[in-house]
């Protein structure tokens, strides 16, 4: 996998905090709309740290960002192993 090329990708990055985020606020309860203090952020990254079941769907998460699903299990084809940079358009 190559994985220097992923981390370069913005959408890599988006894909893993939303999923994150997402998965704090629905554990809590909350909407976005409803984080209306920096403590109150803490309160929930702290909350979901602390959550075996949302570290395991931050962990989902995760892996649908890295897993390609054009190829089989958890790898990239021979051209994408030979990027140094995402492919553009």
């Known amino acids: 996998m190559n994985l220097t090329v992923r ?10 905090i939303v999923g994150a985020f997402a998965t704090a606020l629905a554990y809590a ?3 976005a709309a409803d ?5 109150g952020l803490v309160d929930v990254i702290i909350g979901t740290v602390k959550n075996p079941y949302c570290l395991f769907l931050i962990a989902s998460n995760i892996w649908n960002a890295l897993n390609d699903p054009t190829t089989s299990g958890l790898k990239d084809s021979t051209d994408a192993k030979t990027y140094e940079a995402p492919k553009k358009g």
Request: proline share 6%; hydrophobic share 50%.
């Open 7 to 16: 981390i370069k990708n913005p959408v890599f990055w988006v894909q893993i």
């Open 29 to 31: 309860g909350l909407t």
């Open 35 to 39: 984080i209306t203090t920096w403590g």
